[in-house]
């Protein structure tokens, strides 16, 4: 039987070739080859590769050359903006591109939008149309999150992290299970299941 990780993020050093937006607590590096290094090391045949929206928010082209230098081994997930007023057509390429399985979005408390927000709205109604799920981060905000998944019921949702905080650095949340009432009912709904993973 097949090992897939569901979510795994590649990323080069830091450099002014593809410098990283901001500086998580991350290893320095977690290059392609060292990421299949690490499945091999542990059985995982392969894994779904998001790129990491901290380091290069919606510029995928690192996850795009890890995949074409292991294309046995990853599936690629990109973060898409709502706020691109071509993003239907960044997700038309996407789709053409080799190894690609979905897109992302976050609802984010440091950049908050509203659920009806019409960039949303254009880039759900584009994955129905190119038939990519949508992976989607709502981590501490989870009512924000069921609503958005209510509002597309043809929208295929996948919510990250099990739909709770994980926080980068300490202290861990006082009560980190306390929104787990609100994804299970969430998981309830037909257009969205829940993933669990670690990475960020």
Known sequence: MAIIDSQVHAYEANTPKRPWHTVPNWPEHVTGDEMVAAMDKVGVDGAILVSPFAMYRYDASYAVEVQRAHPGRFALVKPVDPDDPKVADVIAEWKKSPGTVGIRIM????????????????????????????????????????ALVDRH????????????????????????????????????RKNAVIKVSGAC
């Open 107 to 146: 609802l984010r408390k440091d950049a908050p939008r509203p659920t009806d927000d019409p960039g949303f709205d254009r880039i759900l109604r584009e994955a129905v149309r190119h038939d990519f799920p949508v992976n989607l981060l709502c981590w501490d905000s989870l009512d924000a999150g069921i």
């Open 153 to 188: 019921p043809d929208t295929r949702f996948v919510i990250d992290h099990l739909g709770l905080l994980q926080p980068r650095t300490p202290p861990a949340p006082a009560e980190p299970w306390a929104g787990l009432p609100k994804v299970l009912d969430l998981a309830k």
